[in-house]
Structures are given as structure tokens and as C-alpha cells.
């Protein structure tokens, strides 16, 4: 809990900095993504043309479901990443501590989702008597998908939902920070942390960037990787093809 704490103080302004803001250079971190080209990234179960890189940003057309992951394991780590939606309800997310183990009979991975909704969404999808769900599904909500588990901070069933409903609709550029720490997920939404899972199953594993149905465009994907911590042998993700 001491690292979990140092580091949620640590850069406190880029922690709380907005998309579009000017800023020094985030320290110690290393970029995920070159704004060139996909390198260190590897298809699992989409399609040659769902991911691709133009104007600086990695474009993915949301078609067919499935992600893309990281080509080596992360454990303990501060993940910024910027994104924005294109369409009305997009849907996407990015996957920690992931197996990336994906198909078209289970097109989704395991792995601790950190969830990326457009606005829209619950307009989009309501009730059957024509109302909002009680509890709107929104941006923000952290869960295990698949066999991964975790404790919810703030629950909805079995899922964590933001305190604060802080992203920006389509078109329009957010920024998550992530804090993945010895099992337990802290994200912060456009300059405040909203939300946090804990007790995670797996702690040690790959990211996953995820296409779901709708355009999504990321252009800054940066990586401070910290010490490593209590991930052994029960609670990693298996290696893919030694990576």
C-alpha cells in the first residue's frame, strides 16, 4: 500500500492533466506507441484492416470485435493513454494483466478491462419500457473480463463504476491514467481519479487495446513500468510464444 500511495502522489499535475493541456514531458515514462507505425503491438483475433496509424493516431475501425495486444507482460506500471471516440455509443477498452487469448468463438480476452464509453451509450441501449437503467452504464467502469476477478471500490454487480461522470463525447479527446499496482487498479478520468478495483486474480500479463463496433482513435499510449511486486507463477498470464 506505501508504493500504491507514493505513487498516486507522484507527478501530481501529470496525474491531473487535461487532454489537450500544455505540460512537461511525462517523466520516466517510455511510449507504447511511435505514432508511426503498430510496432509492439500484435493482432490476436481482429483483421488486417482493423488497426492502422494515421495523422500521429492509431485508428482502430471498432470491426470485427477482438483486440490487439502488447508484445510483452506488464506487472506493476502507470499506463497513460488518450483517446477519443468517433461515433455515437462507442464502445471500447484497454485490458491489464490480460492472457490476450482471444477467437472467434471467445473474441475477448481475460484481463482487467478499463472501460471506454461514448456518451450515448445508455441512450442508446435502454430499458425495455423506454427508460434510462437506474445505474447508467458509462465510461470508466473497471471489471474482470472473462475468469479474471477483482473487488469493485464502488460496485455495480460485479463491476466498479466511476464516482464522476467526467469524459468528453465523441470527437473530443480523453485521458486515462491507470495505476495498476500488486493486484488493485486506480484510474483517473481528464485530471481526477474516479474509480478502483482491488484483489485482482491475475497481476501479471498483457495490454490489450479493444475493437467493439465502433471507430476509436488513440494517439498518446505511455508506460512508466514500476518494481515488481507480489506476481508469481499462480497469478500470471501464461507467455505467448516466449513473450
Known amino acids: 500500500m506505501r508504493l500504491l500511495s507514493a ?15 500544455v505540460r ?11 505514432g508511426k507505425d503498430l ?8 483483421s488486417p484492416e482493423t488497426w492502422s496509424v494515421r495523422d500521429g493516431m492509431i485508428v482502430c475501425t471498432g470491426h470485427p470485435l477482438g483486440v490487439m495486444r502488447s508484445d510483452r507482460q506488464y506487472e506493476n506500471f502507470v499506463l497513460i493513454v488518450e483517446w477519443r471516440h468517433m461515433e455515437s455509443g462507442g464502445n ?35 430499458l425495455k419500457d423506454g427508460t434510462l437503467p437506474p445505474v447508467a452504464y458509462v465510461h470508466g467502469e473497471l471489471f474482470g473480463a472473462g475468469s479474471l476477478t477483482g473487488i469493485p471500490d464502488n460496485p455495480r454487480g460485479k463491476r466498479s463504476q466511476s464516482i464522476e461522470n467526467r469524459c468528453k463525447p465523441k ?32 497481476r501479471k500479463g498483457y495490454l490489450c487495446l479493444e475493437s467493439e463496433g465502433g471507430e476509436i482513435h488513440f494517439r498518446k499510449i505511455r508506460i512508466m513500468e514500476l518494481p515488481g511486486g507480489m506476481a508469481d507463477e499462480t497469478n500470471t498470464a501464461p507467455l505467448i510464444s516466449g513473450k
Open 7 to 21: 505513487v498516486l502522489l507522484l507527478g501530481f499535475s501529470m496525474l491531473h492533466a487535461e487532454p489537450d493541456e
Open 24 to 34: 512537461v514531458e511525462d517523466p520516466g515514462f517510455v511510449d507504447l506507441f511511435n
Open 39 to 46: 510496432s509492439g503491438w500484435i493482432d490476436v483475433n481482429t
Open 92 to 126: 471500447s477498452g484497454v485490458f491489464l494483466w490480460s492472457d490476450a487469448i482471444a477467437d472467434s468463438k471467445k473474441p475477448l480476452p481475460n484481463g482487467m478491462e478499463v472501460q471506454m464509453l461514448e456518451l450515448d451509450w445508455p441512450k442508446l441501449h435502454l
Open 171 to 202: 470527437g473530443e479527446w480523453n485521458r486515462y491514467v491507470v495505476v495498476a499496482v500488486d493486484g488493485t487498479v486506480k484510474l483517473s478520468v481528464n485530471g481526477k481519479f474516479v474509480n478502483g478495483i482491488r484483489e485482482s486474480s491475475v
